[in-house]
C-alpha cells in the first residue's frame, strides 16, 4: 500500500528595524524582539498540530472496507446474510491504486464486479461495474456518495430513512404519501400509495409512478408499468396459503430447485415480523446466470401463511429487485 505523505511547509520572516520614529518614542510604544528560536519553536509546534490533524483525518483501506460494507449493508438488507453464508459467492476486497486511490471490490451473488473508488482525503467515491459476459469492460455509473457518511456506523443505522411503512396503521387503503428509500447507492424520494386487501388480509406499501396495481380477493399483483402486464418481467405478487409454512416451504423450495440453485434463510420483517426467504438467483449448476431472478418470502400466520413472490430480470436486481425488498419490509399482516 502507498502512502502519501502531507508536508506543510511555513516560512516566517521577520524584519526589524532598529529604532522606532520620533512619534513612537513620544507616545511611549514598546516592541519586544522575538527571538529566532521563540519563532522556530512556534512555526514547529503549529507544523506538528496541523500535520497530526491532517493525517488523523486520512481514511485508511480498513476504514474505507468497512464503511463499504455499512454502505452495500444498508443499501441491501439481504447482503449481510448472503455475505456470511457458503450458499453465496459473495466477497469484499481492498487495494490502493496507483493514483492513490483506495479501491473498494464488491463481488455480488449476480456475477457483478463492483468497485468502489475512495478519495482517502476529501471520501469522496465514485463507482464503477463490471458484469462478466454482460459488460466486459469496467464502467463508471453515476453512483456518487461521500464515505464519511458511513464510517463508524452499522448497516442499521447507515440505512435508517423515512421508510414507506412507518405509518401504516393511520393509512387508508389508496392514500398516497412520500418516502425515501436508498436505491442504486443514492437517496431517492418515491411516491408510494397504501394498499390495503382485507380478504387477503395484507396491506403493503407500492410505488405507483412505477408499479402498476393489480387487486383481487386473493391475489395483490404490482407490476412494472414498462412490461407486458399480460407477461411481465418485473412484478410482485401477494398470495395466502390456508398450508402452513414448512409445507409451503418445503413445496415452492421444490417447485424452485428444478430451474434454480436455491438457498433458504430467516429474517425478521419490520412490519410482519418473522419471515422466509427463498433465493432463486442462480442456475442449476451454477454456470450461469438466469436472466430472470426470484425471490420469496413467507409470512407464517395464525391461519396460514402469506406469500410475497418477487420476480426481476437481473439487470434489474439492484433496481426492482431491492424495491421489492423495501415493499416487503412495508408489509403488515391485516388477518
Known amino acids: ?182 436505491l442504486e447507492g443514492t437517496e431517492e424520494t418515491v411516491n408510494y400509495e397504501h394498499a390495503v386487501n382485507d380478504a387477503l388480509g395484507v396491506e403493503i406499501d407500492y410505488e405507483y409512478e412505477a408499479l402498476a396495481r393489480n387487486s383481487q380477493s386473493d391475489k395483490e399483483s404490482f407490476i412494472s408499468i414498462y412490461d407486458d402486464a399480460s407477461n411481465p418481467w418485473n412484478y410482485l405478487e401477494i398470495t395466502f396459503s390456508p398450508e402452513n409454512i414448512d409445507t409451503v416451504v418445503a413445496s415452492i423450495s421444490d417447485e424452485l430447485s428444478k430451474e434454480y440453485e436455491i438457498s433458504t434463510d430467516t429474517y425478521e420483517l419490520d412490519k410482519a415480523g418473522a419471515c422466509t426467504v427463498i433465493d432463486a438467483s442462480a442456475a442449476v449448476g451454477g454456470k450461469e446466470m438466469p436472466k430472470h431472478l426470484q425471490k420469496v418470502f413467507l409470512i407464517p400466520t395464525s391461519d396460514g401463511t402469506v406469500i410475497g413472490r418477487a420476480h426481476y430480470h437481473i439487470e434489474a436486481a439492484e433496481g426492482f429487485g431491492h424495491s421489492f425488498d423495501y415493499m416487503m419490509n412495508t408489509l403488515g399482516i391485516i388477518r
Open 1 to 182: 500500500m502507498k502512502k502519501k505523505a502531507l508536508l506543510i511547509a511555513c516560512s516566517m520572516v521577520l524584519i526589524l528595524s532598529g529604532c522606532g520614529s520620533e512619534s513612537e518614542k513620544e507616545v511611549g510604544v514598546q516592541m519586544e524582539a522575538i527571538s529566532p528560536t521563540e519563532t522556530a519553536q512556534e512555526v514547529t509546534g503549529s507544523e506538528t498540530q496541523s500535520s497530526d490533524m491532517i493525517s488523523s483525518d486520512i481514511i485508511t483501506e480498513d476504514q474505507a472496507l468497512e464503511a463499504i460494507k455499512s454502505y452495500c449493508f444498508a443499501n441491501n438488507p439481504d447482503l449481510e446474510g448472503m455475505a456470511e453464508s457458503e450458499d453465496y459467492t459473495v466477497y469484499f476486497d481492498v487495494s490502493t491504486n496507483e493514483a492513490d486511490e483506495i479501491v473498494v471490490l464488491y463481488r455480488s451473488y449476480t456475477g457483478a464486479q463492483i468497485r468502489y473508488y475512495v478519495n482517502p482525503t476529501s471520501g469522496d467515491v465514485y463507482v464503477t461495474e463490471l458484469v462478466p459476459g454482460i459488460i466486459d469492460n469496467e464502467q463508471k455509473t453515476d453512483e456518487t456518495f461521500n464515505i464519511r457518511d458511513y464510517m463508524n456506523k452499522s448497516a442499521e443505522s447507515a440505512g435508517t430513512s423515512a421508510a414507506a411503512g412507518d405509518s401504516m396503521v393511520s393509512r387508508k387503503d389508496g392514500e398516497r404519501f412520500e418516502g425515501v428509500i436508498m
